[in-house]
């Protein structure tokens, strides 16, 4: 069976596998040929399957820059997407909301990212890569234009509200200062993380169109004294998740058309 949509379970959102029928679990690490410590709450499986009809291939888990692994590697699992059939990928992660507006449950529509040498660290297109000569990617309308329409119309068909911003990827691990997050806020940011834009960066070298979904798992706010701790995350992350599910099957059929 080959995949239509493949998609990316961030940190907390494991249980969205809960709604695809698996016909094939592996070891993402052995399948990739990757090695990385474990983290938390991470389970790093690659499940091929269906959802909502759609043939699907699924990471459950990811890899991180802040497990010490090149911006490459983080992004492997993307590069080999390439020629699996699938033209669509699903980004999906927990962020730390910037924007007051933003609560822990909320979702929100990536349209643009933060990635920058002093934010996050390289790129995922700085060899190895594949064999050959390096590509020059447009990042213009990556997170797809089309894409996100489906999405703020399946959103508005369930009821969902949808938060729709710009996600910018720090490396991690720690959290940032707040005046780290003032400085995000003033470039344009609505939400922070720790991936994503690595996997993003490739998906566009290898031709794939991309949904990108935060779920706020904090608030990230310089003003407030709040400090999130992974634990927060990952459980306020497991809360949203049938929320999250709810949307990326009603719009998975569309993504697959
Ligand atoms: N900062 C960085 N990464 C995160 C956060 C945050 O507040 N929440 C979830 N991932």
């Not at 709604?19 to 389970?43: C, F, H, K, N, Y």
């Amino acid at each position: 069976m080959r995949p239509a949509v493949a998609l990316i379970a961030g940190s907390g959102l494991g249980g969205l596998a809960e709604r695809i029928e698996v016909v094939r679990r592996d070891s993402m690490d052995e399948v990739l040929g990757v090695s990385a410590p474990a983290v938390g709450g991470q389970a790093r499986e690659l499940l091929v399957g269906s959802w909502a009809g759609v043939p699907v291939l699924v990471f459950l888990g990811r890899y991180h820059l802040y497990q010490g692994l090149p911006a490459a590697e983080v992004a492997a699992p993307v590069r080999a997407l390439h020629g699996s059939g699938a033209r669509v990928l699903v980004v999906t992660n927990a962020a730390g909301g910037l924007d007051q507006r933003l609560q822990p449950g909320d979702l929100m529509l990536i349209n643009d990212h933060l990635f920058l040498p002093g934010l996050a660290g390289q790129s995922p297109l700085i060899p190895p890569r594949m064999p050959g000569p390096v590509e020059f990617v447009s990042m213009r309308d990556a997170y797809d234009p089309q894409l996100r329409e489906l999405t703020r119309r399946a959103a508005a068909e369930l009821g969902i509200s949808l938060y729709e911003g710009v996600y910018a990827m720090v490396a991690g691990p720690s959290f940032e200062t707040a005046a780290e997050l003032r400085m995000l806020r003033l470039l344009g940011a609505h939400a922070v993380g720790m991936s994503t834009a690595p996997e993003v960066v490739m998906a566009r070298a290898v031709g794939l169109r991309v949904l990108g979904l935060s779920v706020i798992t904090n608030r990230a706010v310089p003003e407030e004294a709040t400090v999130p701790s992974h634990e927060e995350v990952l459980e306020a992350g497991k809360r949203a998740s049938p929320l999250l599910a709810r949307l990326i099957e009603r719009v998975l059929p569309a993504l697959a058309a």
